[in-house]
Nanobody, 125 residues
């Protein structure tokens, strides 16, 4: 079974940067499936931030476009989220997830079959 583990969260001031990492255990490779980063703030629903498909095509929601960058390394099979110019409204628990799809990545939680435990990001003003 694939297990995902996020790391790299922390507390930063507005305008700062963080780089989240998602590593996996198991036999399935990221490169063959859609991967995504989600976040969930207190009292809010989990929302998708960005996706990357098997061919490396990416998508971002408007609120993070130009500030966040998703990427992946096939060796050692790691997913990243570079977050720049962080804002207080970016405060949330961040999750990585793997879909059963390879392309046309979904932008809701339903098609993501493996999840990490989340990492907290706190941005102070």
């Amino acid at each position: 079974q694939v297990q995902l583990v996020e790391s790299g969260g922390g507390s930063v001031q507005a305008g700062g940067s963080l780089r989240l990492t998602c590593t996996k255990s198991g036999y399935t490779e990221y490169s063959n499936y859609c991967m995504a980063w989600f976040r969930q703030a207190p009292g809010k629903e989990r929302e998708v931030l960005t996706t990357i498909d098997a061919d490396g095509r990416t998508w971002y929601i408007d609120s993070v476009k130009g500030r966040f960058t998703i990427s992946k390394d096939n060796d050692p099979n790691t997913l990243y989220l570079q977050m720049n110019d962080l804002k207080p409204e970016d405060t949330a628990i961040y999750y990585c997830a793997r879909s059963f799809r390879r392309r046309l990545c979904a932008r809701t939680t339903e098609e993501y079959v493996n999840w990490g435990q989340g990492t907290q990001v706190t941005v102070s003003s």
